[in-house]
């Protein structure tokens, strides 16, 4: 078994919270000794696009243009960061759920789908007889796409991830979508489909002890160490902080 650190609880903004996961995957590449696992909250609204995605298509929608935006390392559908836990978890490439096809979206979406059901919502993989759309066909937001892996409530998706891989390591980190925004009405969350009245720091308590365990690593509440956080920093002001990288494609 490996060890996972699991660090705080906390609040950011979008090129904060991106340059975080990707300092954590960067680490574990570096020592394939330990995985991380954290979740997190976004201090404004916030677009995340993926990292294929068209900037141009965020301009689109007009309710989006003057929003604040930042793109991730991973790939995926935008999603809008308002009412909801998002989690990051990074292991070694030699976990057995880090081999390539759909194993770690299933076993981390399996005890999302526990937490939900133990508090009575009948929170479900949408399933292998849903395949997913092409990219000349997927919807611009992650939670107007429809995936196997998905999680949904009642037909309505409820939580997507995306996963970013490189030697050594897997980052794959994902939105749970508790609650209505105004800004996407359209999308609504657990809470507004089931009697959910749990605040999110319960949900994210909650994971921080199920999906560590469920991959069958050894939960160790931790801090970040000053090397990873300098290294955020670093990757923040280089990289998710600039136009050459929101505005890339």
């Known amino acids: 078994m490996f060890p996972c650190r699991v660090l705080p609880h906390e609040a950011a903004d979008g090129p904060a919270n991106m340059a975080l996961d990707e300092a954590l995957l960067n680490a574990v590449a570096a020592t394939p000794e330990f995985a991380y696992f954290r979740t997190?909250?976004?201090?404004?609204?916030?677009l995340s696009l993926g990292y294929f995605q068209r900037f141009s298509e965020a301009?689109?929608?007009?309710?989006?243009?003057?929003?604040?935006?930042?793109?991730?390392?991973?790939?995926?559908?935008?999603?809008?960061?308002?009412h909801e836990v998002t989690y990051a978890m990074i292991i070694p490439s030699a976990h057995p759920s880090a081999r390539r096809g759909g194993t770690l979206y299933h076993d981390v979406h399996a005890a999302i789908a526990r937490a939900f059901q133990e508090e009575g919502a009948a929170v479900v993989r949408r399933g292998a007889s849903i395949s997913s759309s092409d990219d000349s066909t997927r919807p611009f937001l992650c939670f107007q796409?429809?995936?196997?892996?998905?999680?949904?409530?009642?037909?309505?998706?409820?939580?997507?991830?995306?996963?970013?891989?490189?030697a050594g390591a897997v980052l794959q980190h994902g939105s749970i979508l508790l609650a209505r925004s105004p800004t996407i009405p359209e999308l609504a969350?657990?809470?507004?489909?089931?009697?959910?009245?749990?605040?999110?720091?319960?949900?994210?308590?909650?994971l921080r002890t199920l999906i560590p365990t469920a991959l069958g690593l050894i939960p160790v509440a931790t801090s970040l160490t000053p090397a990873d956080r300098e290294h955020a920093r670093e990757l923040e002001s280089r990289v998710y902080r600039t136009p050459a990288w929101n505005q890339r494609r």
């Open 145 to 166: 796409d429809r995936d196997a892996e998905d999680l949904v409530l009642g037909g309505s998706k409820v939580v997507g991830s995306a996963q970013r891989r490189r």
């Open 59 to 82: 301009k689109a929608d007009p309710r989006l243009r003057e929003a604040a935006l930042v793109r991730r390392p991973t790939g995926g559908g935008a999603i809008w960061h308002h």
């Open 40 to 46: 997190y909250e976004w201090t404004e609204p916030t």
């Open 189 to 206: 969350g657990a809470g507004d489909l089931a009697a959910l009245t749990r605040p999110h720091l319960f949900w994210a308590e909650r």
